[in-house]
T-cell receptor, first 116, second 111 residues
């Protein structure tokens, strides 16, 4: 089956630093990738939709200058948490779609971000 | 605004029991509904996908039903095993194909 690789799995950083998370589709081309955030014991909340070669579409309440998304190729999307603060500590998950209707949706293994 | 609710939030059963997880959604205008499994600190694995025109889908010991008019779906797990222990997430796709997730049911199957 299709594989989505997400790195790093864990990251601990100091407040004020920036953290980049990568999401790669290893064996298929993903025209659309999605970034989610998940707080403990809560559901996944969609942050933004990323389309290759165009600007990401952010969900209401998500700061685009805070969470920079780049989708430069059909197999790679990156999420950069800029000037991270403790409240940004969360589990971030990406997913990649093989179809325009998201019926073929594959998830990365997630990144646990802890900001001290 | 679509809201997805899952009941119960947590469930503990002895091995071998059949169990039902519930999912409800407020807007019946969905494109499809999916059930996912999430292991601790991991990503999601798709279990079953039901199109809006379908009533149910089956895969092995799993059976998912969909009643779109009442805004409900159930995931039935037969003969549960300790390896089934995980969080089960229900998600509906809206007209723009975005997935809206419930908060999940944390399942523990005791040996």
């Amino acid at each position: 089956g299709a594989v989505v690789s997400q790195h790093p799995s864990w990251v601990i950083c100091k407040s004020g630093t920036s953290v980049k998370i990568e999401c790669r589709s290893l064996d298929f081309q993903a025209t659309t990738m999605f970034w989610y955030r998940q707080f403990p014991k809560q559901s996944l909340m969609l942050m933004a939709t990323s389309n290759e070669g165009s600007k990401a579409t952010y969900e209401q309440g998500v700061e685009k200058d805070k969470f920079l998304i780049n989708h430069a190729s059909l197999t790679l999307s990156t999420l950069t948490v800029t000037s991270a603060h403790p409240e940004d500590s969360s589990f971030y998950i990406c997913s990649a779609s093989q179809s325009s209707t998201n019926e073929k949706l594959f998830f990365g293994s997630g990144t646990q971000l802890s900001v001290l | 605004k679509q809201e997805v609710t899952q009941i119960p939030a947590a469930l503990s059963v002895p091995e071998g029991e059949n169990l039902v997880l519930n999912c409800s959604f407020t807007d019946s205008a969905i494109y499809n509904l999916q059930w996912f499994r999430q292991d601790p600190g991991k990503g999601l694995t798709s279990l079953l996908l039901i199109q809006s025109s379908q009533r149910e889908q089956t895969s092995g010991r799993l059976n998912a039903s969909l009643d779109k008019s009442s805004g409900r779906s159930t995931l039935y797990i037969a003969a549960s095993q300790p390896g089934d222990s995980a969080t089960y997430l229900c998600a509906v796709a809206d007209s723009s194909y975005k997935l809206i997730f419930g908060s999940g049911t944390r399942l523990l199957v005791r040996p």
